[in-house]
C-alpha cells in the first residue's frame, strides 16, 4: 500500500538529513507506529505519505513515495484526498469550519458525495467517537481533547483507504485514548485500514502495532516488530523497563503478560509506604465557591481548594471536565460567575507587568501563542532581557530540556514538543512562584519528560515554588505530582495523594500500577525501592 524506496530527505539550512536511503514498504491492512526522540522527523515522515513534504514544506527529497500505486512526487496532496486521511499534531490548525457537524461533513462536501451519503456517515462517526452530545458546539468552545476526537473524526468519515496519525492520543485521557486506539484497531482488522501513527505514549500504542519504525534523529531508521524494536530501545514504556529492571529475560508488551511474569514479586510482604504531606506549608492559591461559565453552560460548580508552597499538583478529569478553566481562573484569564480565585491574596486580573509575571507562569495548551521571536535566539534574548536574568540563561534551560535545538531555527519550524520546551523555559527563566501548565507533555519524548520532570522536582523542592499541571498523562502524574485533584462535570470528585487517587482509578492508573496490584507502587523507582528496602 505504502512504498519508501531509497527514500532521503533535508530540510535547508539543516546540518543533518531527517531520513536516508530508508527503503519501507507497509502493506494494506497494517498498523505501523513511528517513534523516535523529540523533534527527529517523525511528523515530516508522516507528511511525505500524502506529499505535504516536500510540496508545502519545502526540503530536498531523493528516492520515491508511492500510496496505492500513485507517486507523491507526480500529486499534489489534495490528489490523494479520497486515498489518505491525515490528522496533524494541533487538530485546531486544520478546522475549517464553526461546528463539529459542519466540520466531518466539510470534507465530503469538497469531493462532491452526495448529501444522503453525508448525512449517513456523519451520524456514524458521530456515534463512533462518542461525538453526539457535541455535534452542534462551536469548534471554539471544544477542549484540546474534543477538538482531537473531532479531527480523528474528520478524516475517517471520508473511508480512507490509509489513515495517517500525528500524536492521536496526546491530549485524550485514558479512557478516550484507550477507546479511539481500539476504534482504530478493529478498522485495521475489519476493513483492511492501513494505519500509521506517530506516538510518544508508548504504552498507549505498542500493544496495537504490528511494527515500528524507529527514527533517531540523524536519519537512520530501523523496522521490526514490537518486541524486536523494544529489545534495546532507549525509547520504550514503562512496562519495559519494569521489565528490565526485574531482570526479566522476556519484556511482557502487555499488563497481562508482565502480571504473569511478576507474580512472585507482587505477592511477596513488604513494609509501610510513606506519604510526604504539605500540611503546615504557606497556602498560595485559594479558590472559594469558585463558578463559571461558558454561555449557559456551567463548567465549574461550587470549587473550594487550596494550593500549598512547594506543592506540585496534578488536575485530572475527562475530556472537558473543567481542567484548562481552572487553570485559566487562577491565572486571571476567566472571570468567575461566582465566587472568588485569590493568588497571594490577590486577584491577578488586576496585577500587572513584574509583578504578575513573577507571582504566577502559565503555558497554555498552545505554546505557540506565547511566542512571536523570529528565532529561538531572538525568543531567549527577549526572555533574558524581560525577566531580567544574565544573558543566556533561557538558552541554557532549553538545551538541557532538548538539546540540539539550533538557535538560529524560526519558533514556527521547531517540532510541537521543541516550541513547548521553548514556551516553557521562557517562563521558567522569570521563576515565578506559582508554575501553570496546560498539557505540559503533548510532543515530548520520554527524555525530555524526564528532563521536565526533574527540573520541576527541583523547582518546586529546592526553590520552593508551586507547580500546577492539568494533564492526561498518568506516568507524568505518577513519577511528578504529590497530590492529585480529579475534576469531573465540574465538581471535584477526588483530592488528595498522588498515591491514593490513582490506585483508586483503574482507569487513570499507570502501568507499574496495573503490572503490580496490589501493591502500592506507581513508578519503576518505587518497585526498586521497595525491593532493595526488603
Known amino acids: 500500500m505504502i512504498t519508501f524506496s531509497d527514500v532521503s530527505l533535508i530540510y535547508p539550512n539543516s546540518t543533518k538529513t531527517v531520513l536516508e536511503n530508508l527503503n519501507l514498504t507497509i502493506d494494506e491492512g497494517e498498523l505501523v507506529l513511528v517513534i523516535g526522540p523529540t523533534g527527529s522527523g517523525k511528523s515530516s515522515l508522516l507528511r511525505l505519505i500524502n506529499g505535504l513534504v516536500p510540496h508545502h514544506t519545502g526540503g530536498i527529497l531523493a528516492g520515491n513515495v508511492s500510496v496505492d500505486g500513485i507517486s507523491t512526487q507526480l500529486v499534489k496532496p489534495g490528489g490523494l484526498a479520497h486515498l489518505i486521511g491525515i490528522v496533524g499534531q494541533n487538530p485546531a490548525n486544520g478546522f475549517v469550519t ?8 466539510f470534507g465530503m462536501e469538497t469531493l462532491n458525495i452526495a448529501p444522503d451519503v453525508m448525512r449517513k456517515r456523519v451520524e456514524e462517526i458521530l456515534d463512533l467517537l462518542s461525538l453526539a452530545p457535541l455535534r452542534n458546539r462551536s469548534l471554539a468552545t471544544l477542549s484540546g481533547g474534543e477538538q482531537q476526537r473531532v479531527a480523528i ?78 529489545s534495546d530501545s532507549d525509547i520504550a514504556p514503562p512496562i519495559v523497563h519494569l521489565a528490565r529492571a526485574l531482570g526479566l529475560a522476556d519484556a511482557g508488551l502487555s499488563v497481562r503478560d508482565m502480571r504473569r511474569l511478576s507474580e512472585d514479586i507482587r505477592n511477596a510482604t513488604y513494609g509501610p509506604r510513606i506519604v510526604e504531606s ?13 463558578s463559571c461559565t461558558y454561555g449557559e453552560k456551567i463548567v465549574l460548580r461550587d470549587i473550594n481548594l487550596q494550593f500549598h508552597e512547594g506543592e506540585i499538583i496534578a488536575v485530572m478529569g475527562r475530556n472537558g471536565a473543567g481542567k484548562s478553566t481552572l487553570l485559566r481562573s487562577i491565572v486571571g484569564l476567566n472571570s468567575a460567575e461566582k465566587g472568588s480565585m485569590r493568588v497571594q491574596g490577590h486577584d491577578l486580573a488586576k496585577l ?10 502559565f503555558i497554555p495548551q498552545e505554546p505557540s501563542d506565547l511566542l512571536y521571536g523570529q ?30 535545538i539550533s538557535a538560529h ?33 503533548r510532543g515530548l519524548d520520554y527524555q525530555a519528560k524526564n528532563h521536565l520532570v526533574a527540573t520541576l522536582l527541583r523547582y518546586a523542592s529546592v526553590l520552593k515554588k508551586t507547580v500546577i499541571l492539568a494533564t492526561h498523562d498518568v506516568e507524568l ?27 483508586s482509578s483503574p482507569a487513570f ?23 532493595e528496602a526488603r
Open 98 to 105: 464553526d461546528t463539529v457537524e459542519e466540520e466531518l461533513a
Open 153 to 230: 473524526g474528520s478524516a475517517l468519515v471520508m473511508h480512507p483507504k490509509v489513515l495517517v496519525l500525528d500524536e492521536p492520543t496526546s491530549a485524550l485521557d485514558p479512557i478516550a485514548a484507550e477507546e479511539v486506539l481500539s476504534i482504530l484497531h478493529r478498522l485495521v482488522n475489519d476493513l483492511g485500514l492501513t494505519i500509521v501513527i506517530a506516538e510518544h505514549k508508548l504504552e498507549r500504542v505498542s500493544q496495537f502495532a504490528d511494527r515500528i519504525v524507529h527514527i533517531d534523529g540523524v536519519g537512520n531508521a530501523r523496522v521490526g516488530t514490537p518486541s524486536q524494536i523494544m
Open 278 to 290: 504539605a500540611n503546615g506549608a504557606e497556602c498560595v492559591v485559594e479558590s472559594k465557591n469558585l
Open 352 to 361: 500587572n507587568g513584574s509583578a504578575r509575571r513573577e507571582s504566577v507562569g
Open 375 to 404: 528565532s529561538v535566539l531572538m525568543e531567549c534574548t527577549q526572555a533574558d532581557k524581560d525577566n531580567e536574568v544574565d544573558k543566556g540563561t533561557t538558552f541554557a534551560l532549553l538545551n538541557e530540556l532538548v538539546p540540539g
Open 409 to 441: 531555527t524560526h519558533p514556527r519550524d521547531l517540532s510541537e514538543g521543541q516550541r513547548l520546551a521553548l514556551a516553557l523555559c521562557v517562563v521558567l527563566s522569570a521563576k515565578p512562584r506559582i508554575l501553570i501548565l496546560d498539557e505540559p507533555t
Open 477 to 503: 502524574v505518577a513519577e511528578l505530582a504529590s497530590r492529585v485533584i480529579f475534576l469531573a462535570d465540574g465538581d471535584v470528585v477526588a483530592d488528595g495523594p498522588t498515591l491514593d487517587v490513582l490506585l
Open 509 to 531: 492508573a499507570p502501568q507499574v500500577a496495573k503490572v503490580m496490584s496490589p501493591q502500592p507502587w506507581l513508578t519503576v523507582q518505587d518497585v526498586v525501592s521497595a525491593l
